[in-house]
C-alpha cells in the first residue's frame, strides 16, 4: 500500500477547492481501485472519516437575534464551536459512532447521565490533536469495525482500510495499524474533489442538526437568548447522534461515486449535481421548519437561512501552529477545563437526579397526552405503551439490585 507524502495545508473547503489538483485526483482514483483490487475488498470493508467543525448553537443573524449575533447579549460564538469527526464505510450499512472533542473534560450538562450518545473527548481549544486520533482510531474504530465484521459473519482477521485526508492533526497512517484494520491518505490538495465525507455527507449531516435546534428553539417557552443559554453541550451532543443517524444509507453510498463508481453498481445512485441537490434539500427542509406555523421566524430571509447553513463550512479542525506555538505549548501548557464555560453570566442549574417514580409519572402523563391528542397515530401511541413497559422491566430489574445491596449491608 503506498503512502501518500504528509503536507502542511490548511482544512477548509475553499483553500482546498483554489488548490485541487483534478490530475492528482484522476491519478489517485486509480491507484486506489489497485488497492482495492490487490487485497480484494469489498465496500463493508473500506471507511472514511473527516473532522468538521460545528458552531453548536450559532443561529441565523439579525432576525433571531435581534440585531445581529454580535449585538445579541450572552452570544459569544467564537467559543460555541466542538469538532465533530464522523465516520462510515463505503456500503452505507456502518456509520461509526460520531467523535466529539469539546473544551471541557467535565461539563456540569454531563452530570447525572450515564450514557453519552457519541464518543467525547476534551482539549482546550476542542482542536483534533495526533494523539486524540489515536484515541479515536484504537479505542472506538477498530473495535466497532471488528463489531461490525463480527455481524455481517466475516472472519475476526478481515482487512479493512481507513481512508483520510492530510489534516496535520492525523498521525502517520504506519501509527495507525492494528492488525489487518490499516489507514491510508489521500494525495493533497484533493479532498474537495473526491474526499466522500465531502461529497455532501458534512453538509446532509449540519442540515440535520440545525433543522433539529430551530425546532428546538421554536418549542421553547423562552426568547431567543435564554434558549442560547439553556441548549447545553448534552443537548448539542444529542443532537449530534440524532443527525448522524438520520442521514440516509443512499447518501453514505452516493459520497463514494467520485472516487470509486464500482462501489454500488447495482445502485442507481446518479452523480450529476448531488451537491447542489443536497444543498437545495438541506435549505428547504430548513424553511419548512421555520415556515411550518405562526412564529417569529416565519419571514427569516432565504440567503439569511443559505448563508446559516454554510456558517461554519470553514471552520478549522487543527490549529495552525508556528514553531514558536510548538515551544510555549510545551513550555506552558493548557489544561482541560473541567467544568464547562458558560457563555454568559446566568447562573447555571444545578439539576437534581431524577427518581424512577418521577420517571414514571413523567411518563404517564406523556402517554395520557398522547392517547388524547390528534398529533399521534395509534402505532406512535403503541410504540410509548412499549417504551413504558421497557421502563418498569428496568425498574424491576433496579429495584432487585437494590434489595441484594441492602442485604447485604444488613450482614
Sequence with gaps: MEKSIRTNIKKTKTGETLSANQNSAEKYKDEFEKIVADNDLTPEQIYNADETGLLWRCLPTSTLAGGGEKASKGFKKNKDRLTVLLCANASGNHRVTPFVIGKSAKPRAFKNVTHLPVQYKAQSNAWMTAALFKDWFFHHFVPEVK???????????????????????????????????????????????????????????KCFYRRSFIQGLLNADCDVTDFQKKFTVKDAVYAIALSWNQVKNTTLQKCWKKLWPAANPASDLTLQTDEEENHQDALTKVLDVVRSADNPLKTLPEDEVEEWLLIDENEPVEQELTDEDIINIVVNPQPTQNLEESDSNAETEEKEKISWAEAAESLNKLISFAEASTSYSASEIIDFHIIRNKFYTKRQKSRKQQDIRDFFKSK
Excluded: R, W, Y
Aim: proline share 10%; hydrophobic share 40%.
Design 147 to 205: 463489531e461490525s465484521f463480527k455481524s455481517l459473519g466475516l472472519p475476526e482477521d478481515t482487512k479493512a482500510i481507513l481512508l483520510l485526508d492530510n489534516c496535520k492533526a492525523h498521525p502517520p497512517v504506519d501509527e495507525l495499524v492494528s492488525g489487518n484494520i490499516v489507514a491510508t491518505l489521500l494525495p493533497p490538495n484533493v479532498t474537495s474533489l473526491i474526499q466522500p465525507m465531502d461529497q455532501g455527507v458534512i453538509q446532509n449531516f
